[in-house]
């Protein structure tokens, strides 16, 4: 009887490169540079400029900059750069308080004291502490699930989260802050942190935001049990709708209030505006006329409101295709976490994605007033060079889990 061959076993090599990864985020550089361009471009001047020193040269720059870091990060194993998480998480808090002393952090014309000048360019130290925080936290996690039970476990990594929450919380940059617990959240969760720890954050976090409704609409100021900035109880009042006037106010003081009221909205307003007015295919590039024109505030076009002069100048189609990138990099994100090789890969990776992932949708819930108004760039669109290094940075990490993934 006469046998059949065994056929060989071939075995598909997977790829080296995640493409879906690389596609989106060079899409997303793309989309940054041309946008920068048409913001500062629109300044008065602006076309008289070399083009060394316009904005949207240095952008590219950064980008360069990043794709080289970045780079690099793939190849080193995200195992050995773990043994400097807790070194390098340090070495951040070292930076968050350094930024806070007057002569070393430097300030803008509101008073937030949120960078080191550098010379050529300033370093903000906030950004750089997101991603150390994420490594020495996917490190700190990485242990048998017996200890994951431990109340100490859990207590010990919601300290490592606030600590540079309150730290970035006193300079003050609230929209900064803000990322460091949801994304601790996300990691004890994945980990395997028993849920009853992690309701009980959850609802001491609503509790706190409950209280903080209620002492920015009714209470009087003297009886602030939270204590914030006067600009950042200007925006919570503008993203409620309320004005904020005392109730002895007299005619003049109603009025000053009314006024103050309107000047604090006028961002927001202008930027519902721009991305309503982008109509399906938008006004084209460099036409955007609240761009253009200055109604949208040109300090901040470039930067925190870069998706207004995307969703004015190529509209709702434009505004889908930013979208779109971010979605291919948060599921290829998702995609790595589910390969990784070991928890801390899988820690790391979705560490990152929650990163990504808060800033975007503060960002741009923002422009739809879905959020209040915060100071939070848009990864890899807004115009800032620790941002755009960082986020290149993190996704080089990201790659480092899907270049050493399991094989089996």
Known sequence: MNRPELQPVVRLREPRVHWPLLIGVLGLMVMGGLFIASAVLARPGADQLPFHRTGWFRQIIWY?????????????????????????????????????????????????????????????????????????????????????QRPAIFWRGLAMALVPFLLVLKEPDLGSSLVFLPVALVMMFVAGVPTRYLT??????????????????????????????????????????????????????????????????????????????????????????????????????????????????????????????YATVLFSGLHIAAGARDLLGRLLATGIVAFLFVHVFINIGMHLRLVPVTGIPLPLLSYGGTSVLVTLLAAGLLHNVYTHRRTD
């Open 64 to 148: 360069a900059l990043g794709l080289g870091v970045g780079t690099v990060a793939v190849w080193k194993d995200y195992r050995v750069l773990a043994r400097w998480a807790t070194v390098l998480y340090g070495l951040s808090l070292l930076l968050l308080v350094a930024v806070l002393i007057p002569g070393i952090g430097s300030t803008q014309g509101w008073g937030a004291r949120r960078w080191i000048d550098l010379g050529p360019f300033q370093f903000q130290p906030s950004e750089l502490a997101k991603l150390t925080f994420i490594l020495a936290m996917a490190d700190f996690l990485s242990r048998p699930k017996p200890e994951l």
């Open 200 to 325: 009980r954050w959850v609802g001491a976090v609503a509790a706190v935001g409950l209280i903080l409704v209620v002492d920015v609409l009714w209470l009087p100021a003297e009886w602030q049990p939270i204590k914030l900035e006067p600009y950042q109880k200007r925006r919570l009042m503008v993203y409620f709708g309320r004005p904020v006037i005392p109730r002895d106010a007299t005619e003049q003081e109603r009025i000053a209030a009314l006024r103050a009221y309107r000047d604090a909205a006028y961002s927001v307003n202008q930027a519902l505006i721009s991305v309503g007015s982008g109509g399906l295919w938008g006004k084209g590039w460099r036409q955007g006329t609240q761009n253009a024109l200055g109604y949208l505030p040109r300090g901040v076009a470039h930067n925190d409101f870069i998706f207004s002069v995307i969703a004015e100048e190529s509209g709702f189609v434009g505004s889908m295709i930013v979208l779109a990138l």
